[in-house]
C-alpha cells in the first residue's frame, strides 16, 4: 500500500509484551484523529515493522472493529533490533543505523510522525529515535505499572482482574486440602501487580521485589499461622522477589533481556530445607494469562482517555511527549520523565498501607506479630476457626 493522501499520516507502532487495551488505544487514536484530519497506518511487529516498511491502513471501520479486542492486531515483539532496555536501569544505545533506517522510512513513506503505544523499553528506543528528529508522541503501557511519570498504565487493571480471579479459585483448594499455595505473579522489578492482586484478593502474604525477606522469617510466618490454626496460606509472591540478594532468572537466548523465571518454585525447594516436611507446599505461575484476553472496563475507559489524548497531544505539536494520568486528570509530560527511574513500590504508598493494616505479612516480620492478632481470622477464605 502506498501513502498518496494530501492528508497528515501518523504512524503507530506498539512494542514490548502485548496485554489487554493495546486495540483500544489504536481505535481510540484513530477515530480522534480522522475527525481532526489525520490518516493512519499500522506498523506491524512494533519498529521491525517500521524498519522493514511492513504497515497497514488503519480507517475508522477498523476502529470499531478492534476496540474491545485483547491483544494487538499489529503483532508485537520484545526483541529484535530496536531493543533498548535490558534490565532494571539499564538502557541500551540503540545502533545509529537502525535508528537511521526507522527515521529514513518515516520521511520516505511519508509519515509525518508517530504514535508510540509501550512500556519502559519500547518508550525508552522512542526517545532514542525522537532525538533524531521524527515526531512522536508517547502512550504508557505496561501490566507492570512501573513508569514513573504516570500513576497507572493501561493493562495493568484487566491484569490485576486476572490475577485475583486466579487467587480466589485458588483459596478455595488451598482450605479444602490444608496447603500453603506460592501464587507466582509477572511485574518485573516492580511488585505493584502483587500488590494490588494479593490485597485485592485477601492474600495472607505478598512477597515484593522493593522489600526483601529472609527465608527464617517465612518460615516464622507460616508456623505462627499453623500454631493458630490457620492451615492454609495464600502467598502472592512477585518473580523479581529476590531470595538472599538473588532474584531467579534465565538469559535470553536470543536477546541479554533479563527474564525472571521460577521463584516461587525456588521459596518452596528452599523452606522445604529449611523445614522439612512441615508443610505442604504448591505452587501456581500465572504467567502470560495475566497480559492476554479482553480489556477490563476500567482499562477500556484508560486506554480511550489515553488514545484521544495522545491525538490531542500531537495535534499541538507536543512531541517528545507521553501522556500520563496524574490526579485523575491525562497530562502530557516529557517521554524522558518517564524512563529515567521505575515507579517502585514505597511503604508510604496508601495500598502498601492497607495491606500492612490488614494483617498480610508483606515481609517484616516483626512488624507483622506486632500487629496480628490471634483472634484475627479476616484473611481465611471461611470465617470458620478450628476449636
Given at each position: ?52 516498511r511492513k504497515y497497514r491502513k ?97 493493562g495493568f487493571a484487566t491484569a ?228
Amino acid at each position: 500500500m502506498e501513502i498518496t493522501s494530501t492528508q497528515k499520516t501518523i504512524g503507530i507502532v506498539n512494542s514490548g509484551g502485548d496485554c489487554a487495551g493495546i486495540n483500544t488505544v489504536i481505535a481510540s487514536a484513530v477515530i480522534a484523529g480522522i475527525r481532526m484530519g489525520y490518516q493512519f497506518v499500522g506498523f506491524e511487529l512494533g519498529w521491525e515493522g517500521l524498519i522493514d516498511r511492513k504497515y497497514r491502513k488503519l480507517d475508522l471501520e477498523d476502529a470499531g472493529r478492534i476496540q474491545n479486542l485483547g491483544g494487538t492486531v499489529l503483532h508485537t515483539t520484545n526483541r529484535g533490533r530496536f531493543a533498548a532496555k535490558v534490565g532494571q536501569n539499564q538502557t541500551n544505545k540503540i545502533d545509529p543505523e537502525i535508528l537511521e533506517a526507522c527515521k529514513r522510512s518515516v520521511d520516505e513513506l511519508g509519515i509525518d510522525g508517530l504514535l508510540v503505544i509501550g512500556g519502559d523499553g519500547t518508550l525508552s528506543g522512542a526517545l532514542q529515535l525522537a532525538e533524531t528528529g521524527v515526531n512522536i508522541v508517547g502512550i504508557p503501557k505496561s501490566i507492570d505499572n512501573d513508569l514513573y511519570a504516570t500513576e497507572h498504565t493501561f493493562g495493568f487493571a484487566t491484569a490485576v482482574e486476572v490475577a485475583v480471579e486466579a487467587i480466589d479459585r485458588i483459596q478455595t483448594t488451598a482450605f479444602s486440602h490444608n496447603r500453603i499455595f506460592f501464587v507466582e505473579c509477572m511485574g518485573r522489578n516492580a511488585g505493584w501487580l502483587s500488590l494490588y492482586a494479593g490485597l485485592a484478593a485477601g492474600a495472607d502474604a505478598i512477597l515484593l521485589p522493593e522489600f526483601p525477606t529472609s527465608l527464617d522469617d517465612i518460615v516464622e510466618f507460616l508456623r505462627y499461622r499453623r500454631d493458630r490454626h490457620r492451615n492454609s496460606t495464600i502467598i502472592v509472591v512477585s518473580e523479581a522477589f529476590e531470595i538472599e540478594g538473588k532474584a531467579v532468572t534465565q538469559g535470553s537466548s536470543v536477546t541479554n533481556e533479563v527474564i525472571f523465571s521460577g521463584i516461587s518454585n525456588e521459596l518452596i525447594r528452599r523452606l522445604e530445607e529449611l523445614a522439612p516436611h512441615e508443610f505442604e507446599m504448591r505452587n501456581v505461575v500465572l504467567g502470560h494469562t495475566q497480559r492476554g484476553g479482553s480489556p477490563c472496563a476500567e482499562d477500556r475507559i484508560l486506554s480511550k482517555r489515553f488514545g484521544t489524548r495522545a491525538m490531542e497531544a500531537y495535534d499541538r505539536g507536543l512531541f517528545g511527549h507521553m501522556v500520563a494520568l496524574q490526579q485523575g486528570q491525562i497530562h502530557p509530560v516529557p517521554i524522558k520523565d518517564a524512563v529515567d527511574r521505575l515507579k517502585l513500590v514505597t511503604k508510604e504508598n496508601n495500598i502498601y498501607e492497607a495491606a500492612r493494616r490488614t494483617g498480610i505479612f508483606l515481609g517484616d516480620l516483626q512488624d507483622y506479630l506486632a500487629t496480628a492478632r490471634p483472634d484475627n481470622m479476616a484473611n481465611m477464605p471461611y470465617m470458620i476457626s478450628a476449636k
